[in-house]
């Protein structure tokens, strides 16, 4: 343990990496998947099957590919993000690495994202929606005003579970130069081979710590939003 705690601040630094990538990215995912569960549920098909499409794409693909996809072939093609490497947040450099790594777990993410969303729409009874279009109100405001409020209090659980595995699939970005926690664990196993155990037991609880938030985050949320 004297390999972590002599250099803690870089397993700090690794950690907080990861968290920055889960928020950006999960945040994205958020955002990006309800937009694709309201086209799957929409009223224009071309839109219904383009969705459709994205989700069958990227959910059955695996991270890695799409990572690769993301990180090694767009910048062949020509699209290599460098406007974000001048960008700064709170003093710290967002690098053209960190923000490919964004992408490519957004890309994924949201497909499940889409999913669990789509099934909390389905859950919502018909005649909400019905009875908001009889006064009025466009699909999109029907989404807005009406079914989407409805759908979050059924979705928490399974969107939980959705965000734990982005939790833990930003350590794919370790084999693309990102030094996320997995990086920095495998920088210190290299280090000090004879410490390897308690390296991978305290990396291993800094995970089971950002998970176990997440989780009773959650927990809160179902309690606050919870039908009397």
Known sequence: MEAVFSDFGEY???FGLTCGLFLVAGLGSLVWG???AALRVGPVAVMRKASAAYVGVFRNTPLLVVFIFVAVALPKIG???TFIENVDVGGHHVSGYFFRACVALTLYTSAFVCEAVRSGINA???GQAEAAR???LTFTQTMQEVVLPQAVRAVVPPLTSVLVALLKNTSVA???GIAEATAQMKSMNNDHADQRIQIFLLF???YIVLVEVLTFSSYALERRWRVA
């Open 12 to 14: 700090a630094k690794a």
């Open 34 to 36: 309800t937009f694709l």
């Open 79 to 81: 699209y290599s993000f």
């Open 124 to 126: 919502v009874p018909l």
């Open 134 to 136: 009889s006064i009025g």
């Open 174 to 176: 370790a084999a693309f």
């Open 204 to 206: 291993a609880v800094g």
